[in-house]
């Protein structure tokens, strides 16, 4: 927990220096919320399989009825106009729209999201579409998932799916969000949904992961009769070595490489970069690039969403002294700070994110940034009227936003912030024990209580504003 609840000295004034044309907004995930998987001929994905997995959740907890924002989602959206923000970033279903994976289109289904966009600019708030956020129809996970390259093709079918009933309201695309996560915690390190441990498979993912944004990107900008804004989310952190040891220093280079590099290098530059093809070659991997796919994948897009939780230090070393673990695999610890964690055990590191801001704008310059998620789960006690006074939360935000303003300060063009989440959620294999929400969950009734997070987040947008 953090040791004050309060701001270091400047943060308000930091947070004060946004322009008025900083975009202000929520975000939350399908999955995470929507429950009524079985409603309206919604598809099998293969989070609904994942959570059966005997010890793969928490608690067992499950998906299936989550926040049933499926059915209150008028109420949630009037709850965000009491916030304040300018915009709510939600991911589509893709079994809801196309059940299968492959094929047409479900109106049911995508009747939902279609209601929402009504509900939302009729609140006057922008909606942001993210097309896919880790629910794969278990089917095409049965046909090979993400390693297999079809699934990059059959991505961008469903994407214009989606685009061709939205794009006449929605402005706003995000293809994929955190293909990191998708890659190697579930085809990795098996801890996400579908579960796989091969680290080939991961590295194949990757690959067909960017394909499929790169060709939605295409379709999308070809067939857009409106002004879009197309992009991708990235989850991130700044790598720092434990120490100045050439083992340390090589273990951030690493790391960086298969967190960062290996996604904004050929997004932006068109090319793997060639440390990391090294690294993978001497693991006996290989990217499968075909002609062409380099062109595609690196599309010019409009916007780079950046999720931020905590930066990491690491070790090249391991507490017996090796550098080589048993597998052959180098040795790449993660090290304490020795910071105030969050209920998620992530050190609380502001500072690092100014410093990825930064860098991100350095390296990879001419492309609009947006903060897409950043939050914090906390041990939320809420009082007998379920009131949570989350002064924890409320100071993480703070000294985040603040440190957004800074980076923008050393030059990176940061457009806008999207606090994770709006409500407490399903958070995948931790189930619902972790709350990131500014508004309380009862999941017992279902009600919502806003949390002092809400009521300051709702202040710091007018107060940002001038209102
Ligand atoms: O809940 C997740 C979200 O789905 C993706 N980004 C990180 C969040 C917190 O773990």
Redesign the pocket.
């Known amino acids: 927990m953090l040791e004050t609840t309060a701001a270091p000295a400047g943060v308000d004034e930091l947070i004060a220096s946004l322009p008025p044309s900083f975009r202000w907004g929520v975000a939350t995930?399908a999955y995470?919320i929507e429950g009524a998987v079985h409603e309206d001929g919604r598809g099998r994905s293969i989070w609904d399989t994942y959570c059966r997995v005997p010890g793969a959740i928490d608690g067992g907890d499950i998906g299936d009825v989550a926040c049933d924002h499926y059915h209150r989602m008028p109420d949630d959206v009037a709850l965000m106009q009491d916030l304040g923000i300018d915009a709510y970033r939600f991911s589509v279903a893709w079994p809801r729209v196309q059940p299968g994976g492959r094929g047409g289109v479900n109106p049911a289904g995508l009747a939902f999201y279609d209601r929402m966009v009504d509900e939302l600019l009729g609140r006057g708030i922008d909606p942001w579409v993210t097309l896919y956020?880790?629910d794969l129809p278990q089917e095409l996970e049965d046909a090979g998932g993400w390693p297999v390259r079809d699934t990059a093709y059959r991505f961008a079918d469903y994407a214009m799916l989606v685009f061709d009933a939205l794009s006449d309201r929605v402005h706003a695309w995000t293809t994929l969000?955190?293909p990191l996560?998708t890659a190697m915690l579930g085809y990795y390190r098996g801890v996400q949904a579908p579960g796989r441990r091969d680290f080939g498979a991961a590295i194949h993912a990757v690959h067909h992961l960017l394909l499929g944004h790169g060709l939605a990107v295409q379709r999308m900008r070809a067939a857009a009769a409106n002004p879009v804004q197309l992009g991708i989310t990235l989850?991130t952190s700044s790598v720092s070595p434990a120490t100045g040891s050439p083992a340390d220093v090589e273990a951030a280079r690493r790391a960086d490489g298969l967190g960062l590099r290996i996604y904004l290098d050929p997004l932006v530059h068109g090319a793997y970069p060639a440390d990391v093809i090294e690294d993978l070659e001497v693991r006996g991997v290989r990217v499968p690039v075909q002609d062409g796919d380099l062109a595609v994948i690196s599309t010019p897009f409009d916007s780079l969403g950046i999720?931020y939780?905590f930066s990491t230090l690491v070790s090249g070393v391991d507490s017996t002294g090796r550098t080589v673990d048993a597998d052959g695999v180098p040795v790449e610890l993660d090290v304490r700070y020795g910071r105030p964690v969050t209920a998620?055990d992530w050190e609380i590191t502001p500072d690092g994110f100014t410093e990825l801001l930064a860098r991100i704008g350095r390296d990879y310059p001419g492309i609009p940034l947006v903060i897409t998620?950043n939050?914090a789960?906390f041990k939320d006690e809420p009082d007998e009227t379920g009131f949570v006074r989350d002064d924890d939360r409320a100071a993480y935000l703070a000294a985040h936003i603040a440190a957004v303003a800074r980076a923008r300060q050393a030059g990176a063009d940061v457009r806008g912030y999207f606090v994770?989440?709006f409500m407490d959620?399903f958070?995948?294999s931790y189930g619902y024990d972790k709350r990131?929400g500014l508004i309380r969950v009862d999941y017992e009734t279902q009600r919502r209580i806003p949390k002092h997070s809400a009521h300051w987040y709702r202040d710091t947008i007018r107060r940002v504003r001038g209102a």
């Open positions: 995930s995470q956020h880790w969000n955190e996560c989850n999720n939780y998620m998620e939050g789960a994770w989440s959620n958070e995948w990131f």
